[in-house]
């Protein structure tokens, strides 16, 4: 095969891309709002929302890797134009996301007790608590959210999420301005305004989901007959047993980097702040790849649907150059600007916290530098595991997410971090140790199964 063949889908692959990556960066660009005007209030204020936000996002992640578990179910049901395999999909996904959600917010609360033996600043921990309860309030509507997104995406109809999301980032940005600092009529909360807008943002977002989708035309044979009564245990069992290891090998990620978090918080104050600037600049870069791994998923999932494996296999791996090149050009945008992107985050007038922000500066530009060099296997590792969901392929990927995260990652964060004058660099390298060694086998796993595919559907051929 030819680079020009894989090239020539490049142009298709971002048309259906682009939405999902805007909407992705949506979500991104809700955190790294919050994370700039908290910033500028002080960094004691930005550890708190980093520790807070490092704990209800690994809830998030458990239903945002549950809820992918939709757009394959959606592609292939889509590729066969098969209107009720596709409804089945859709309302058994907004049931189990409904449930998820709640059971989140749940579980969120349970755990924050557990806050106070995690060896962070006591004053801190103070300050994340109340921010925390709103946040986690907000996964009810954000994990709903992810249940119509996914179902959308499996159908190729990207861009409503997309426009979804950017009025939500709007309202999260007003709000976030008008509550933070008491601006005309409203109260003036602080940093607990910040989470006030997020958790409103994400009900608008939902609001605007449904109606946009509710209105279409190809979407109506889908909401049609929805019912508890016609809620079904084995299809239920059947999408938690597909939905669950995506669920994992997210949980697994985020895990990690929300170790990440909790061990910079071990160093201080001012290494836990620089490690929420740099992963909130590394998550922004990382939504153009998360987006080109849904994209992967639908289209080898339409693939799979039509049995046309070569033609998988070929776009496929033409997500995953497009995915190199994206990421290869924001780790030099990462190398130029390290020492500058920082400041966007820190109040350079505040004269009382001056020494401590540009401790948070300093440490937050070396870290972008390390960051720079795991965008490349990042981006890898997510376009692979996109490609695999496609195919159905979920258990042997949570396996391999496991070993990666927390038996090479996590044990390198400790020991570099902890343990020698690395310090919060030592930790980021045990995040690129894990991220290139699940970028590496879950590429291997994709090239194993493809291949076999394309093999056994080329024997079958030659024997009928």
Not at 195 to 200: F, I, Y
Not at 303 to 329: C, N, P, T, W
Not at 349 to 373: C, G, P, R, Y
Request: glycine share 8%; with cysteine; net charge positive.
């Amino acid at each position: 095969m030819t680079i020009a063949a894989y090239t020539k889908e490049f142009s298709y692959n971002f048309k259906l891309a682009y939405p999902i990556i805007i909407g992705m960066l949506g979500h991104t660009v809700v955190g790294i709002v919050d994370n700039i005007m908290v910033g500028h209030i002080g960094p004691a204020e930005l550890a708190a929302a980093s520790l807070a936000n490092s704990l209800v996002f690994v809830a998030m992640s458990l239903g945002i890797g549950f809820s992918t578990a939709i757009t394959p179910m959606a592609a292939a049901a889509d590729g066969k134009k098969d209107i009720p395999e596709g409804r089945t999909a859709f309302h058994h996904g907004l049931y189990l996301c409904t449930l998820l959600g709640v059971l989140l917010f749940g579980g969120i609360l349970i755990v924050k007790p557990w806050m106070d033996s995690m060896g962070q600043p006591s004053h801190v921990v103070d300050l994340a608590k109340p921010f925390m309860n709103v946040i986690a309030f907000s996964l009810v509507p954000l994990i709903i959210f992810q249940g119509y997104k996914q179902f959308a995406d499996g159908m190729s109809e990207t861009k409503y999420a997309m426009w979804a999301t950017l009025w939500g980032n709007i309202v999260n940005v007003v709000l976030n301005y008008v509550l933070i600092y008491g601006i005309w009529l409203f109260p003036k909360m602080g940093f607990m305004g910040a989470a006030v807008g997020t958790l409103v943002s994400r009900f608008v977002m939902l609001g605007y989901l449904h109606y946009k989708m509710k209105r279409k035309a190809k979407f109506h044979p889908f909401f049609e007959g929805f019912s508890l009564q016609k809620i079904q245990k084995k299809v239920n069992v059947e999408m938690i047993k597909l939905g669950a290891p995506s669920a994992l090998q997210m949980f697994f990620e985020v895990g990690l980097f929300t170790a990440a978090v909790w061990l910079s918080g071990r160093l201080g104050v001012a290494e836990q702040a620089a490690n929420q600037i740099a992963l909130s600049l590394a998550s922004f870069t990382f939504m153009f790849a998360m987006g080109l791994s849904v994209a992967a998923t639908i289209r080898v999932g339409n693939q799979k649907g039509l049995k046309d494996y070569k033609k998988l296999r070929l776009v496929a791996l033409s997500i995953f150059i497009l995915a190199i090149l994206l990421e290869m050009f924001f780790a030099v945008f990462f190398v130029l600007f390290h020492g500058y992107l920082p400041h966007w985050f820190m109040d350079s007038t505040n004269l009382m916290d001056l020494a401590q922000n540009k401790e948070v500066v300093e440490i937050a530009s070396n870290l972008l530098l390390v960051a720079a060099v795991f965008q490349i296997s990042d981006g890898i590792q997510v376009v692979m595991l996109g490609a695999l969901r496609g195919l159905q392929d979920v258990k042997i990927p949570m396996y391999i997410t496991f070993l990666a995260y927390w038996i090479v990652g996590f044990p390198i964060c400790i020991w570099l971090g902890l343990f020698t004058a690395l310090n919060a660099i030592g930790i980021w390298i045990g995040l690129l140790a894990g991220l290139s060694t699940a970028a590496l086998f879950l590429y291997l796993r994709f090239n194993y199964l493809t291949k076999k595919m394309i093999a056994e559907a080329s024997n079958n051929t030659s024997i009928n």
